[in-house]
């Protein structure tokens, strides 16, 4: 007599992996026609949804040349500023939040931008399963969602299973750049990242460096300033120059 799913006993069934902690929540905001349109028609050239698996970076870009990776762009500000600022550089997107990859597509065709492609998708999950070991010239994380009451901290993107994770991915000599407008959230960024062996704080000192001329204000920034908050900003460099994959997939069980 064949098992049916159900006849599973108590601890078999109970094996299933379990829901990894997010550090975001999906709100599909509102697209304007304008996203809608450019969602549609622009993201077979500029967006890597489609793909699976190991990403073949300079194929996808055309061409050789150092990667900038940015978690969660938002609207795509500093992003669309990087890409423009350094020409020479390819710079990967990734955003859960639809209207903001519209609005940078809209832009990338505006601008005629070569150099930017985008991702829609789970910045955890690409990084472990397609972003390969030393692909990285940069690693920029800005104004991540700061997740500020105490039971939502689990939810914090940076924690030390993620930061040995992206730190993997980062070529020798690379770069990790993070920025909040969150006392708390900063001290822990600090913390952790500090307390990853393959990371060099680059502030001699090892606390915060000044705020880099190059980024222009994000929304997330502004909305920070208009609180009257502080801006944290930490810079490491990545040291080991052995090419090592992370053990572990930066996984937070619930
Ligand atoms: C507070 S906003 C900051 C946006 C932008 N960096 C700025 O400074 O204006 C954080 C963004 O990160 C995105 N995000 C959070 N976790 C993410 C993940 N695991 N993968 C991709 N995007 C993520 C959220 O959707 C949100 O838009």
Known sequence: MSAEPGDLPCDEASVAPPRRIRSFV???????????????????????????GSLDLPDLFGRVAPVCFEIGFGSGTALLARAQAQAERNHLGIEVHRPGVGRVLIEIERLGLRNVRVMTRDAVEVLREQIAPVAL???????????????????????????????????????????????????????????????QNVAADGGFVPRPDARPVTRFEARGERLGHAVFD?????????????PGPGVIHE
């Not at 730190?167 to 770069?175: E, K, N, Q, T």
């Not at 930490?234 to 992370?246: E, H, K, N, S």
């Open 26 to 52: 999906r709100r599909e905001g509102r697209l304007t026609e304008g996203q809608r349109d450019a969602l549609q028609r622009l993201a077979p050239q500029f967006s890597l949804d489609r793909l699976s």
């Open 234 to 246: 930490l810079a490491y460099r990545r040291t080991q120059t052995a090419a090592v994959d992370a």
């Open 137 to 199: 010239a940069e690693l920029v994380i800005e104004f991540p969602d700061p997740w500020h009451k105490t039971r939502h901290h689990k939810r914090r993107l940076i924690q030390p299973d993620f930061v040995r994770l992206a730190c993997s991915r980062l070529a020798p000599g690379g770069f990790l750049r993070l920025a909040t407008d969150w006392a708390h959230y900063a001290e822990q960024m600090r913390e952790v990242c500090n307390a990853e062996p393959q990371l």
